[in-house]
């Protein structure tokens, strides 16, 4: 795994290891677009086109399609067909979206005194990691290589 403190800030417009209140819907929005520019290039490409969403915590409907009990457990999720299923057939369709879940992650945050870039940046290299059909062992690579 990479050295956190070789890591850029990904928190424009925030203070560098953000220690303030909790950031509001804007400020994660912000850290996770750019998250997602800091991506190897060879990607980038193929995520022009993933819509990035800043909800407070996960509806009843979706907890319970996934089997989770307590919305502080789900800090992300990608919703989309992976690269990996898709055909030359398949057209039209709602885009891809990463959601991010802005309480449970402050709750993370609180709980693990990590950088809130930092965990804003795995969960989204964890979300962008189900897009490409990932491993999670190919997105801890993917984590090495942002």
Do not use: C
């Not at 750019?34 to 490409?45: E, G, H, I, Q, Y």
């Not at 819509?51 to 919305?71: F, K, M």
């Amino acid at each position: 795994m990479s050295d956190k403190t070789d890591l850029p800030d990904l928190s424009p417009g925030l203070p560098t290891g953000w220690t303030g209140g909790a950031p509001d819907a804007d400020a994660l929005f912000a850290m996770a677009e750019t998250a997602l520019a800091n991506m190897p290039d060879v990607f980038k490409p193929h995520l022009r086109n993933v819509v990035i969403a800043i909800e407070e915590v996960a509806d009843d409907r979706t907890l319970a399609s996934l089997d989770i009990e307590h919305p502080y457990d789900l800090t992300g999720l990608y919703e989309g067909l992976p690269l990996t299923e898709r055909s030359i057939d398949q057209s039209g369709g709602m885009p891809d979206r990463v959601t991010l879940y802005r309480v449970p992650i402050l709750v993370e945050w609180i709980e693990g005194g990590e950088r809130l870039d930092w965990l804003v940046r795995h969960v989204m290299i964890h979300e962008i990691g189900h897009h490409f059909g990932f491993s999670d062992d190919d997105m801890h690579a993917l984590e090495d290589m942002a």
